[in-house]
């Protein structure tokens, strides 16, 4: 009889200046991935990065970074979701792009993630690290204000170095979301619609009609 092949996870995110591609084999454990700072150019290195990984394979689930971020990076990975998951028939659910940041901190306590936004303001969110779930709503805020809005000594993200100078205490871990940490999601922050969280409003409008 043909063997059934595992039921695999894959992860991917692009909502920051990485690119982060991981797969789960059936027991959770992660046994392929990549993970590349490369700043812009993320709908051409995304699909070439989730080839590398998959080396042929399908994945019975996908799990995709929405936000928040880089607008034009989040709907490059969650288009790219959309279509694998059409072609694998695959299960299709949305991860807080915030909470693999938080994931990759090196603490069992809670952490604030800082992540730089546009027009100089920050998208903040505190997690427990244990448990990954948040213990703060999400935010975007300019920097000092967001230094009020946080209360851990730990602040981790792209942002983590501005919140902390804007209020004087705490330490400052630059960090990107990782693949590789997205099943130390809770489950409710790994199941999210797969579709963008903004947090804010974009900076092109539909003019409103007359």
């Known amino acids: ?8 996870i894959l992860a991917f995110d692009t909502s920051s200046a990485a690119c982060t591609v991981a797969l789960f084999d059936d027991a959770s454990n992660c046994v392929a991935g990549r993970d590349e700072l490369i700043g812009r150019g993320h709908a051409e290195r995304l699909v070439p990065m989730i080839a590398e990984v998959m080396e042929g394979r399908r994945a019975a689930r996908i799990l995709v970074g929405v936000g928040p971020g880089s607008f034009t990076g989040i709907r490059v990975a969650i288009a790219a979701a959309h279509g694998l998951a059409i072609g694998w028939d695959a299960e299709l659910k949305g991860m ?15 952490v604030a993630v800082a992540v730089v936004g546009g027009h100089g303001e920050l998208f903040v969110q505190q997690f427990d ?4 779930e948040p213990t703060s709503v999400l935010l975007n805020l300019p920097p000092m204000a967001a230094a009020k809005a946080t209360s851990t000594a730990l602040v981790v993200g792209s942002g983590a170095k501005q919140l902390v100078e804007a209020r004087g205490w705490g330490d ?7 693949a590789a940490n997205a099943l130390r999601l809770s489950q409710a922050q790994r199941s999210l619609a ?3 969280i903004y947090a804010r409003a974009p ?5 409103e009609a007359a």
């Open 129 to 132: 690290a244990a448990t990954g």
């Open 1 to 8: 009889m043909p063997t059934i092949p595992p039921e695999m």
């Open 96 to 110: 807080s792009s915030l909470g693999l940041i938080a994931a990759s901190a090196a603490s069992q306590g809670a």
């Open 194 to 196: 797969a579709r963008p």
């Open 203 to 207: 900076d092109a409008r539909v003019p």
């Open 172 to 178: 400052a871990r630059e960090a990107w979301p990782s």
